[in-house]
T-cell receptor, first 114, second 114 residues
Framework: DVKVTQSSRYLVKRTGEKVFLECVQD?????MFWYRQDPGLGLRLIYF???????EKGDIPEGYSVSREKKERFSLILESASTNQTSMYLC?????????????FGPGTRLTVT | AQSVAQPEDQVNVAEGNPLTVKCTYS??????LFWYVQYPNRGLQFLLK??????LVKGSYGFEAEFNKSQTSFHLKKPSALVSDSALYFC????????????FGSGTQLTVLP
């Protein structure tokens, strides 16, 4: 089975802190994604990566950056956390096709910024 | 541009009755359509997808979905609901001619009453 793991299930940070969310997948998937999930808004794509060191902006990249130094690991960085970044963050991965294959999701990190 | 709508925030159904969770979409090319389910405090799990071929798609846990091109719909169905089906359901679409990203609906909370 594909396994996508995220470094923390719950995280509390202060406004202005730099925050790192880590995601690791164990199935040699090419594509990796970061989403945020908010009630009534569904999932919104922040960034995705289709290869090591490659990244593309999603629908809501402002205030975030990403890093993919190794194929299995995709990190989401909040340079200076703000209260409007309080949310559930979901990482996902998929095979190389990228169009027709399903995405596999991690359990999520619930981030609270105070 | 691609978009997807889930017109019902909440669906309640009695155990043993058939269930339907609605989804409509908009794309400029051909649609690739997906259903995911999220159980409490967990990441999303893939249920089924339509890429091409038979309009009736069967997936995990006895769920199926019908692709209707004229009505631009992809409703999720199950003949007999279980209490354990209670969860948050997301429809997602990808335009066959666009980038690798999925667009998710806002989600429908399904509650199956015993």
């Amino acid at each position: 089975d594909v396994k996508v793991t995220q470094s923390s299930r719950y995280l509390v940070k202060r406004t202005g802190e730099k925050v790192f969310l880590e995601c690791v997948q164990d199935m040699d998937h090419e594509n990796m994604f970061w989403y945020r999930q908010d009630p009534g808004l569904g999932l919104r794509l922040i960034y995705f990566s289709y290869d090591v060191k490659m990244k593309e902006k999603g629908d809501i990249p402002e205030g975030y950056s990403v890093s993919r130094e190794k194929k299995e690991r995709f990190s989401l960085i909040l340079e200076s956390a703000s209260t409007n970044q309080t949310s559930m963050y979901l990482c996902a991965s998929s095979l190389a096709d990228g169009f027709t294959d399903e995405q596999y999701f991690g359990p999520g990190t619930r981030l609270t910024v105070t | 541009a691609q978009s997807v709508a889930q017109p019902e925030d909440q669906v309640n159904v009695a155990e043993g009755n058939p269930l339907t969770v609605k989804c409509t979409y908009s794309v400029s090319g051909n649609p690739y359509l997906f259903w995911y389910v999220q159980y409490p405090n967990r990441g999303l799990q893939f249920l089924l997808k339509y890429i091409t071929g038979d309009n009736l798609v069967k997936g995990s846990y006895g769920f199926e979905a019908e692709f209707n091109k004229s009505q631009t719909s992809f409703h999720l169905k199950k003949p007999s609901a279980l209490v354990s089906d209670s969860a948050l359901y997301f429809c997602a679409v990808r335009d066959s001619g666009s980038a690798r990203q999925l667009t998710f609906g806002s989600g429908t909370q399904l509650t199956v009453l015993p």
